[in-house]
């Protein structure tokens, strides 16, 4: 009898902690690496949308070896039935470049073939117009395709792109959803990670988006969060980046959101995002801005003037 007590006993002990371990969410695993980087080769060229300034498509045809360099266009993200080649084109050849191949399929068994790729093999330079990211996704991810592209930032060349073109190239897709373009996290959710550990959303402020993307870090705290307005761009060289164009850049950093032992700033009044804009310069993989253009007084995380002066 008292065996069978003392099992009784037991059983009950085990069935109380298991219903005490569903009750409580789990733990987040606390050594999260929040090191985002870039291409160790090449450079990239993220805009926001909407691009009206000619310094950075020429910024692009400049890092690509100018205006003689071969250059590859996709605009598949359009999701157009037909694709004029001269349209889709325009983007690099109304700015002086002078051989460039349009590049497009819907289909990925067109993309996985060799004939197809031909293209990609000497470009220095490619460039993927706007739409919906997810159609990049769905045409050429896993492919032949997608395997040249990067070879192009092997050869140390360029590989930019706008609205749609920006988010492919974060390895986390945001709005990657088939429905609608409100969703932050969809249906596809893996972009082309040329740099990694980071979220891009685009059209920031025109469109309000700028209260979006902190539900998404909260869910992936490692990502780095990054918000581009139209006209705005970053330029990446391996782990930092500089901003160029006329508007604003967001960046979201979870530990900047959170009591941080090492002693690290947060962000005041509950903020979940700071600010960069031209000529600011951010390095990702320590996630610290190394540079604030023009009014000193912009760096948000000094203490005093003299603190404000970061070259």
């Known amino acids: 009898m008292k065996k069978l007590l003392q099992n009784a006993s037991f059983a009950l002990f085990m069935i109380l902690i298991l219903i005490s371990c569903n009750n409580n969410p789990p733990v987040r695993h606390q050594s999260i690496e929040y090191a985002t980087s870039g291409p160790d080769t090449g ?35 359009s999701g157009e039935k037909v694709i004029d080649s001269k349209i889709a084109a325009e983007i690099l050849t109304s700015a002086g470049a002078k051989n460039v191949t349009v590049l497009h399929t819907y289909e990925p068994s067109v993309a996985n073939s060799e004939e197809f790729v031909k293209p990609l093999k000497n470009a220095r330079g490619v460039w993927f117009n ?11 991810a896993n492919t032949l395709t997608e395997k040249e592209i990067r ?26 959803d088939t429905r609608t373009n409100t969703l932050l996290m969809g249906d596809h959710d893996k972009g082309f990670g040329y740099l990694r550990n980071s979220a ?27 918000g581009l307005d139209e006209n705005t761009a970053i330029v990446v060289n391996k782990n930092a980046f500089e901003v160029i164009g006329q ?65």
């Open 247 to 311: 508007s604003f850049v967001a960046i979201y950093d979870y530990r900047l959101w959170q009591e941080n032992p090492e002693g690290s700033k947060k962000l005041k009044n509950g903020a979940k995002f700071f600010l960069l804009r031209r000529g600011d310069r951010y390095n990702m993989k320590e996630r610290k801005v190394t540079r604030w253009a023009g009014d000193a007084t912009r760096n948000i995380f000094a203490d005093s003037i003299a603190d404000k002066q970061i070259n």
């Open 130 to 140: 706007g739409g919906r990211q997810w159609r990049i996704v769905e045409a050429y």
């Open 43 to 77: 450079f990239l060229v993220i805009v926001g949308g909407n691009m009206k300034d000619t310094s950075i498509i020429r910024k692009f045809i400049s890092l690509a070896g100018g205006y003689d360099s071969p250059f590859v266009v996709i605009p598949t993200a």
């Open 151 to 176: 070879n192009v930032l092997s050869r140390g060349g360029v590989i930019g792109g706008s609205s749609a073109g920006a988010t492919i190239q974060g390895s986390y897709l945001v709005r990657g």
């Open 200 to 226: 891009i959303d685009q059209h920031l402020l025109v469109r309000n988006r700028q209260n979006d993307l902190p539900s998404l870090i909260s869910k992936y705290p490692e990502l780095l969060g990054i």
